[in-house]
């Protein structure tokens, strides 16, 4: 690490709670600053840092070991690791972070990293053996093993983690059959021209397909699982692994007056609203990505983890001094069935799609080579490529070069006068969600 000249900072010692991407970030980017105090990251899962999007791709497959996806972490960056114990409590008056080991973590600066776990739809038999979620790299691990013995697995949701397991599945030679309420793959992730050209590529592999299709039941049986489809269908498998979703990991910020609605609710420039020294990076962090709009949302990938974890870092070492707002331009990518699918920007659905094939002509436009422009009165605002990676590198760098215009406050509300009406009694939704609905 080259030296650096100190930085004046309101701060001696920094924890940051979550030791994922955006959390190693804040760490070593505070280095990079200059900041010569303490640096303390609390993490919950055992190991060292990893990169987590191997945990549905070259892990499961066998093509990676742990120990090739572990995250590289600046050299001589003076981090002390706390890893194996979970924050389970914040103290934002005394700014004490207290830990399930009964340790209690002092600090002036504070980065709030602690992503998202898995999100399974209440009432399912969580943690029955042959029942599996896919988060963490002991997750990933636990599946290896199990399909080793395994011949046909159900796979509930095609996003982005349900078809790279399915992927894995079949490159693995087991039987697969992939479960969606939608009616083609990738739906919230790549919008439906690649989605439904995703779609094709999944059925070619083998993968069968119950698309448009939600979960009614999950059964116990001798050996695996019976699932039950809404249309009546009954799939047997050895395992089922589900890939529903995630929510963030807030649970142990309950109490401390920060609204954890939907992750942590921050500033445009990550400071953590109500707190005073706290930032957030991450899947976690809720904020408004003033390039796009004012209102706040997560944004759950691995680059955005990144960046948000850096630009939190200067944003914590700024302390009350005005700072940029964070504008990053989200991107991702994923690898399933021999294509290389990445996206940068926003897909919103009322813009112009524009679809570019590398070579015309051919069925399988996707593994050819597609790039898909989503554009905003004139403006590219988003792209999607498959199997275009050259394409894709040259048309991202002149999307995140373009000058940031920040977007309008949205219209301030007219106030209502009319009288609200009391919601009716007896229309609430059951408790209870049916496995129909969560599916
Ligand atoms: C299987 C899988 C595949 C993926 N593939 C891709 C991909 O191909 N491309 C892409 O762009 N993105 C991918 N992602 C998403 C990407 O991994 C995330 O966006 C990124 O990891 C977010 O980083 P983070 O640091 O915000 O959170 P996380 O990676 O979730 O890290 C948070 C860490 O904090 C720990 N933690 C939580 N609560 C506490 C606590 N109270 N105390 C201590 N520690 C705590 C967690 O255990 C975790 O280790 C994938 C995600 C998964 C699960």
Not at 54 to 77: E, Q
Not at 310 to 321: M, P, Q, S, V, W
């Amino acid at each position: 690490m080259r030296r650096r000249r100190a930085v004046r900072s309101a701060y001696d010692r920094v924890v940051v709670v979550g030791a994922g991407r955006a959390g190693v970030a804040a760490a070593e980017e505070l280095r990079r600053a200059g900041f010569r105090g303490e640096v303390r990251v609390i993490g919950d899962e055992p190991g060292a840092p990893y990169d987590r999007p191997a945990c549905s791709k070259g892990l499961l497959t066998g093509h990676r070991r742990p120990a090739d996806v572990r995250m590289p972490v600046l050299d001589g960056a003076d981090i002390t690791w706390h890893l194996g114990r979970r924050a389970v409590h914040l103290d934002p008056d005394d700014r004490v972070v207290s830990t399930d080991t009964g340790e209690r973590f002092r600090y002036d600066g504070l980065v709030i990293a602690s992503g998202a776990r898995a999100a399974l739809p209440r009432g399912w038999p969580v943690g029955e053996a042959g029942l599996h979620t896919l988060r963490t790299i002991a997750d990933a691990w636990a599946l290896r093993g199990a399909l080793r013995d395994a011949q046909r697995v159900v796979v509930i949701g095609a996003g982005l983690t349900g078809c790279e397991v399915a992927s894995a599945i079949r490159t693995l030679a087991r039987d697969c059959v992939l479960v969606d309420s939608m009616p083609y793959v990738l739906a919230n992730a790549v919008g439906e021209t690649v989605g439904r050209m995703v779609t094709r590529e999944v059925a070619r592999d083998g993968v069968q397909l119950r698309l448009g299709r939600r979960v009614t039941g999950l059964n116990r049986r001798r050996r695996g699982w019976l699932v039950e489809l809404d249309d009546g269908d009954e799939v047997l498998a050895d395992l089922v692994v589900t890939t529903t979703g995630e929510r963030p990991d807030v649970d142990w910020l309950d109490g401390t007056g920060i609204d954890i609605s939907d992750g942590v609710r921050c500033d445009e420039s990550l400071r953590v609203l109500g707190v005073e020294g706290v930032v957030a990076a991450g899947t976690v962090a809720r904020w408004p990505n003033l390039r796009y709009s004012h209102r706040p949302r997560r944004c759950g990938h691995w680059i955005a983890a990144l960046e948000q974890g850096r630009a939190a870092a200067h944003t914590l070492l700024a302390g009350e001094r005005e700072i940029p707002p964070v504008t990053l331009v989200p991107r991702f990518w994923s690898d399933q069935y021999g294509l290389r699918v990445q996206v940068c920007g926003e897909l919103p659905s009322y813009a112009e799609v524009m679809v570019t094939e590398m070579r015309p002509g051919r069925r399988d436009a996707a593994r050819a080579g597609v790039l898909v422009g989503y554009h905003d009165e004139g403006r590219l605002v988003g792209l999607v490529a498959v199997n275009a990676p050259h394409a894709f590198t040259s048309i991202t760098r002149s999307m995140l070069a373009a000058p940031v215009t920040l977007a309008a406050p949205a219209p301030v509300a007219v106030t209502a006068t009319a009288p609200v009406p009391a919601p009716a009694v007896g229309t609430a939704r059951p408790a209870a969600r049916r496995l129909a609905e969560a599916s």
